[in-house]
């Protein structure tokens, strides 16, 4: 079945199931367990990122991959202008902005405000096996990058 021939509330809802898995992925970056963004992949998922050559394949490569961020990093993404375009009944891709607010040796506390150290979008894929919608490819491309910056105490530059 081609996009063109799904019932309009079936595009809605896998729009919606792959918006969901878009908040998801930074939602367990940030807040929870970052190894398990691996499981918003499917088993032969993709997370690359074409400057640097960087090119994670398979789901234990990526939980290993994400598992291994620092465990003092504090960030925070904001994702905006979410475009999904069903392509299929089981497939679609999607655009999303992104900007990142990232400081490692975090301890506690706030931290004053500080620029991002990434701007750019997100490419992505989205498959859609066993009635579970999950991404395919996430591809990163950068506008804007920084290094991210150490704290030298809580709280502190």
């Avoid at 595009?11 to 190894?35: K, M, N, T, Y």
């Avoid at 620092?70 to 999607?94: F, G, H, M, Y």
Wanted: proline share 7%; aromatic share 10%.
């Amino acid at each position: 079945m081609n996009a063109d021939a799904l019932d309009p509330m079936a595009r809605l809802l896998a729009e919606r199931a792959c918006e969901r898995l878009i908040v998801e992925f930074v939602h367990r970056l940030d807040l929870g367990d970052p190894s398990s963004v691996a499981d918003l992949f499917t088993q032969d998922g993709v997370w690359e990122w074409p400057v640097g050559d960087r090119r994670i394949a398979g789901q234990d490569a990526l939980r290993v991959y994400f598992g291994g961020r620092p465990a003092d990093r504090l960030s925070r993404r904001i994702c905006t202008n979410i475009l999904v375009t069903v392509t299929s009944a089981d497939a679609a891709a999607a655009t999303t902005y992104f900007t990142t607010y990232r400081v490692d040796g975090y301890s506690e506390g706030l931290v004053p405000p500080r620029p991002p150290v990434q701007v750019g979008h997100y490419e992505d894929t989205f498959r859609k096996v066993d009635g579970t919608w999950l991404l395919s490819t996430r591809t990163l491309f950068l506008s804007f990058a920084g290094p991210t910056e150490r704290l030298t105490g809580p709280g502190q530059p």
